[in-house]
């Protein structure tokens, strides 16, 4: 994280105390990072945030709840991308 350019820091409001508000936050950190990709920058999402949870919300001056954080910049090298696995390989049916 000291070492990226960027760093989002990604809270939740947690307006009503639903469970989907963490999922709808977990789905805008996950297109945050499709979408660095798609602008050829290199993400990380980041959830081991919270050893300075405390710290952080204080930091900002925020009352919400701290979801994690992205580093974003561009990769030093080019990354590889993984041999795909077969469904039967992921994946268990059952019926």
Partial sequence: MEEAPVVVIVWN???NGWITE???VAAA???ICL???DLGLG???IGDVFYAYE???QYFGKEWKLSGAVALGYPAAEG???KKLRLE???EFLS
């Fill in 43 to 45: 993400s990380l999402w």
């Fill in 80 to 82: 590889r991308v993984p």
């Fill in 13 to 15: 409001t947690n307006e």
């Fill in 29 to 31: 950190i996950q297109n």
């Fill in 89 to 91: 390989e992921v994946a």
């Fill in 35 to 37: 979408r660095a990709h």
């Fill in 55 to 57: 710290e952080t919300r």
């Fill in 22 to 24: 963490e999922h709808s």
